[in-house]
């Protein structure tokens, strides 16, 4: 498909899924009609790269419906000074977003794979502000920290307590927390050694997985 057909996708994408439910930040819904979607989904589901909902990419993970992925870049209120923390490269298209609305994006997957293929697209992409690191994101980036902001894009019972070290003070956390049927797309603010939380809306994750969790047979 030609560029242009894409583009013309991704602008519709905007107005019908974004805007028209509730997305109204100008910074996010350009960066939304900037980053070509179709170059982070797996070949087999580019023609699917601007419908409304998850695609699944390698090792078993998704990239997260556009929609949502605009809803947590709005939470997290980004002016293009800040240093954002990833938990979850997974594809690199929310990286890409972030990326465009940030100073500086460091960006945490488990699986190498999946790193190693975001960070080939963000570098034909010319995005040269995200760093990408393999290991387990609930464990944080303490070289980098502290973060003015963190999102997960996995969900998990509660927020790793290394993520709200790493919180610069004032600074915004966005996670989906609960249990698989129930999670809830969570928005934290970190006053003084205690977080402020906003309920946003129900949502459905692949979960974050700490390291102590991974059965050994799955570490090859
Ligand atoms: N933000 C991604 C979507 C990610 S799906 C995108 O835009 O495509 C969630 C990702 O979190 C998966 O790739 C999964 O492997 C990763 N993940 C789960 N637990 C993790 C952990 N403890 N540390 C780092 N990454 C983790």
């Given at each position: 498909m030609p560029a242009s057909d894409y583009a013309a996708q991704r602008d519709a994408m905007v107005e019908h899924q974004l805007q028209r439910r509730g997305i109204s930040d100008p910074r996010v819904l350009e960066a939304m009609r900037r980053v070509p979607r179709e170059r982070f989904v797996l070949p087999e589901f580019r023609h699917e790269a601007y419908s409304d909902q998850a695609l699944p990419i390698a090792c078993g993970q998704t990239i997260s419906q556009p929609y949502i992925v605009a809803l947590m870049t709005e939470a997290?209120?980004?002016?293009?000074?800040e240093k954002v923390l990833e938990v979850g490269t997974g594809s690199g298209y929310q990286a890409a977003v972030l990326a465009l609305l940030a100073r500086k994006v460091v960006s945490i997957e488990r699986h190498e794979e999946l790193s190693r293929r975001a960070g080939r697209v963000l570098q034909e992409l010319g995005l040269d502000n995200v760093l990408l690191v393999v290991g387990?994101?609930?464990?944080?980036?303490?070289?980098?920290?502290?973060?003015?902001r963190i999102l997960v894009t996995a969900a998990g019972p509660e927020v790793p307590p290394a993520l709200i070290e790493q919180l610069a003070p004032d600074g915004l956390l966005v996670m989906p927390v609960g249990p698989p049927e129930h999670q809830v797309l969570r928005v934290y603010r970190k006053r003084g050694d205690h977080l402020e939380v906003e309920q946003l809306c129900p949502v459905r994750f692949v979960p974050l997985i700490p390291d102590e969790q991974t059965p050994p047979e799955a570490e090859e």
């Amino acid at each position: 498909m030609p560029a242009s057909d894409y583009a013309a996708q991704r602008d519709a994408m905007v107005e019908h899924q974004l805007q028209r439910r509730g997305i109204s930040d100008p910074r996010v819904l350009e960066a939304m009609r900037r980053v070509p979607r179709e170059r982070f989904v797996l070949p087999e589901f580019r023609h699917e790269a601007y419908s409304d909902q998850a695609l699944p990419i390698a090792c078993g993970q998704t990239i997260s419906q556009p929609y949502i992925v605009a809803l947590m870049t709005e939470a997290l209120q980004l002016s293009g000074t800040e240093k954002v923390l990833e938990v979850g490269t997974g594809s690199g298209y929310q990286a890409a977003v972030l990326a465009l609305l940030a100073r500086k994006v460091v960006s945490i997957e488990r699986h190498e794979e999946l790193s190693r293929r975001a960070g080939r697209v963000l570098q034909e992409l010319g995005l040269d502000n995200v760093l990408l690191v393999v290991g387990d994101g609930t464990k944080g980036y303490p070289p980098e920290a502290p973060y003015d902001r963190i999102l997960v894009t996995a969900a998990g019972p509660e927020v790793p307590p290394a993520l709200i070290e790493q919180l610069a003070p004032d600074g915004l956390l966005v996670m989906p927390v609960g249990p698989p049927e129930h999670q809830v797309l969570r928005v934290y603010r970190k006053r003084g050694d205690h977080l402020e939380v906003e309920q946003l809306c129900p949502v459905r994750f692949v979960p974050l997985i700490p390291d102590e969790q991974t059965p050994p047979e799955a570490e090859e």
